[in-house]
């Protein structure tokens, strides 16, 4: 029997179908969730469903899924394998629970650096006793091309060119993206610098949707040792939680 995990973002759905740790099925859905989990649990032996939404209500009847799974829909009351000592668990990003939950789940006897590279880039530590504190939150790329652009009258929106690798531009454009590109590269060197003065064993995982990008500027970097890229983290962190609770009846 599998779990389907399902991660409800603002316009897509991030689905995977996990028999134990072993990835059956992944896609980006683009349907509503009612015909995801339709679909899946036809083609799947499924015993288990969590979602984890950023949305207030899902729009799924909950109570007929309930009755015919073991549904878990994630919030901050969920049982979770790890420590959370957040201080205010309700307004933590579910996104970034899970992530942590999966790094642990990957390096259970480490000190683990989450840095995940979407919307907006988050920093998150857990360390080796599973204690999760919390992190830092900074404008994601995308975030500040459109920032330049919506509070300037002249500087352009900008795209995000990942082939660039100059150190300064010779106009607005290249410019722009110099100071973004440069910039977000400089951030993360620091945040991991400083992570690893603390935890010289350190581990660090990047996950996201700008986390290739990175994975690809950090390759011949002083941290590419270290540094593993797992686009499908919080799905991963998701299942362990399914896992976890199944093991803790």
Do not use: W
Not at 157 to 181: H, K, P
């Amino acid at each position: 029997m599998a779990n389907l995990v399902i991660d409800v973002g603002n316009s897509a759905n991030k689905i995977a179908v996990f028999d134990k740790d072993e990835i059956l099925f992944q896609e980006v859905s683009y349907l509503s969730l009612q015909q995801n989990i339709k679909t899946l649990t036809t083609s799947h032996f499924i015993e288990s469903i969590i979602i984890s939404s950023v949305k207030k209500d899902v729009d799924i009847d909950e109570r007929q899924i309930a009755e015919k799974f073991n549904y878990i829909k994630f919030n901050s009351d969920t049982k979770i394998p790890i420590h959370n000592k957040y201080k205010s668990p309700q307004s933590l990003g579910l996104d970034r629970l899970a992530a942590v939950i999966g790094a642990k789940h990957i390096f259970p006897n480490n000190n683990v650096l989450v840095i995940d590279a979407g919307t907006c880039i988050t920093y998150d530590q857990i360390d080796e006793n599973a204690n999760y504190y919390g992190g830092s939150i900074s404008p994601g790329i995308s975030m500040r091309f459109k920032a330049m652009n919506q509070f300037t009258a002249k500087l352009p929106l900008v795209d995000l060119d990942s082939s660039f690798a100059e150190n300064f531009g010779n106009d607005s454009i290249t410019s722009m993206l110099s100071g973004v590109i440069n910039g977000v590269i400089y951030e993360v060197e620091g945040f991991i610098k400083n992570y690893l003065e603390i935890n010289p064993s350190l581990k660090i995982i990047l996950c996201g949707g700008d986390a290739a990008f990175f994975d690809t500027r950090f390759k011949n970097s002083i941290f590419a040792h270290l540094i593993s890229y797992e686009p499908l983290l919080v799905l991963k962190g998701l299942n362990t939680v399914v896992k976890y609770q199944h093991d803790h009846k």
